[in-house]
Each structure stands twice: as C-alpha cells, then as structure tokens.
C-alpha cells in the first residue's frame, strides 16, 4: 500500500458530507478513527478518557485493540475499508472516488 493513496483515502473519508449519499456507519467511522491512529501514530499514547466520555472511550478502545499493528498494515486496512464502503455505496461520486484511490 502506498502513502499517497493512503493520504488519498483519508482526504476523502475527512471530507464526506454528514448528509452525503456515502453514509459509513458508526462501527466503520469507528474502524476508520483506530487505523487512523494506528497508522499516523502508531500503539495508543494517551491515558483511556474518563467514564462519562463515553465516545472517547470508544475510540479510545478501539486504537487500543490495534495495538502492535504495523503503520504499513494499519494504512492498507483503512484503504481497504473505504474501497468496501464506496462500492457498497455503489453511487457516481463513490466511483469517482475509488479511481482516485486507485490512481494515487
């Protein structure tokens, strides 16, 4: 997997409209965030946020299960996933989008 369609990638899923026709569910924004980490930061650094934090700790758990994950492993998962989300989305936009990924 390259750095370019990784960067790529995550240009796109940042830049998804909230009531745009591509709509990844909370599990696969969830999936998104952890490969994120662990390909940009690698093993969680930070300390698990407090009880109330109930969405930071659901982040937070999910870097965490991704711990000893590679930064090259972690890329070509997060690539993979939106590729699955776009053609599940099967729209115009979603196309275009998968033939800048495979361009890059």
Partial sequence: MSQSKFDKAVSI????????????????????YSYYKQA??????????????????????AWKKLKGTTKEEA??????????????ADTDEAKKF???INAA
């Fill in 75 to 88: 890329q070509t998962k997060y690539v993979e996933k939106l590729l699955e989300v776009l053609t599940k």
């Fill in 40 to 61: 940009t930061i690698e093993d969680v650094n930070t300390d698990r946020p407090g009880l109330l934090d109930f969405t930071g700790k659901a982040k937070w758990d």
């Fill in 13 to 32: 899923v940042q830049n998804l409209p909230k009531d745009g026709p591509i709509k990844p569910t909370q599990d696969e924004q969830l999936y998104f």
């Fill in 98 to 100: 998968i033939d800048e």
